[in-house]
């Protein structure tokens, strides 16, 4: 509907009229058109963000493909090229191995790295539901890695557990773990531990100390 009065003329429209000097001003009486108004703002924020962000991506893989088809392959066994820092590459090598020695035991085992596994035989503590909502603690005794605190039980009295460990777990790894070969490539810690995480493992028991 239109109002044509002497001051201006008006559509009446839900939170906003037009008044008579071209603007556009809000209707405090309508709060609903305000929240419209707001709803859309968030809306095209929301979209430039989303935006912003698909770019990033698409600039991220771009740069990914840019390195892949730039990368050299190289003999990561032979010695670096000077011409080649800076550049990708790419490459696949055995890792060294070396002599590992746990000298409490007296083992000797070539690897990338030697750990020492110790469990000990200690009370544990599990609290079960029982009727009421207070829990039921139950005490058993079972081999576990680390040392559990009877301190912390609920009933520690006839729950004791060891202080120290009669024999501590080690792990013993290599100082400088590189490439087999005479080349100067050398791993970082970061790719050494994701080496080492995907390590095949072989346990020694106790026959393997004789």
Known sequence: ??????????????????????????????????????GVVF??????LLVDREHRVVLTEHAYDQAGREAVDVDLSSSPDPALNGRVVFGSASVASGLLEDDLFKILARGQWLKRHVENFQWIEKGVMGETDAPNFQ???????????????????GHTNPLQPLIPSAYFQLENSSFLGTGGYVMDEAILQKFLAQANERTLGLNDLN
């Open 139 to 157: 005490y058993e005794r079972s081999w576990v890695e680390g040392l559990l605190l009877s301190s912390e039980f609920a009933f520690p009295m």
């Open 1 to 38: 509907t239109f109002e044509v009065d002497d001051s201006r003329v008006t559509r009446s429209a839900p939170g906003m009229y037009a008044s008579s000097n071209g603007g556009l001003q809000l209707d405090h009486q309508h709060p609903f058109g305000l929240r419209v108004w707001i």
């Open 43 to 48: 809306i095209l924020v929301a979209f430039v």
